[in-house]
């Protein structure tokens, strides 16, 4: 009978020393998680939206002397930090109907065309040739271009004094 106790007794304590066990381990583990800084790579933090606009301001098909079609996407990029920008890395997201059809990493280095000062905006025109279109949707960007919408999702900032914002997926 002793021996049937003692199973009991283990078969019952089990569960609890497991509970007080997870317990411990997710008291731990967030308090770990806590101590880690966001973005701790970065020697700023990652808020793009407070420290670079980018908005598209117009997109077109345009035809070359060679026939061969581009499609042009003017941004208009407005410093909203305190600090100037060196370069500036983005991706040019391609959308039709709710569906991304194309992405594409760009970039500008502003060292080439002076520093981009707080406050102040600048304008670009992006081309994608036909060649460097998809094949699936080539069609959709020769015929249906206004309902392309191309949606910039800032990827990093390099300050004039070396520090970056980089955004880590």
Request: no cysteine; glycine share 2%; hydrophobic share 40%.
């Amino acid at each position: 009978m002793n021996s049937k106790f003692q199973i009991t007794s283990i078969s019952i304590l089990t569960p609890i020393f497991a509970f007080i066990l997870a317990i411990f381990i997710i008291i731990f583990s967030t308090q770990a998680l806590a101590e880690v800084p966001p973005n701790s790579f970065t020697n700023k933090p990652f808020d793009s939206y407070r420290l670079v606009d980018i908005q598209v301001i117009s997109q077109n098909i345009q035809k070359q002397d060679n026939g061969k079609l581009m499609f042009s996407t003017t941004y208009l990029i407005k410093n909203k930090s305190s600090q100037n920008i060196k370069k500036l890395t983005w991706y040019a997201v391609f959308i039709f109907n709710n569906r991304i059809i194309d992405n594409r990493l760009s970039h500008i280095n502003f060292k080439q065309f002076n520093i981009l000062k707080p406050n102040q905006q600048y304008y670009l025109i992006a081309f994608t040739p036909e060649d460097e279109m998809p094949t699936f949707s080539k069609e959709l960007f020769t015929s249906d271009s206004s309902d392309i919408k191309v949606k910039p999702i800032i990827k990093s900032i390099v300050f004039d004094d070396g520090s970056t914002s980089i955004k880590h997926n």
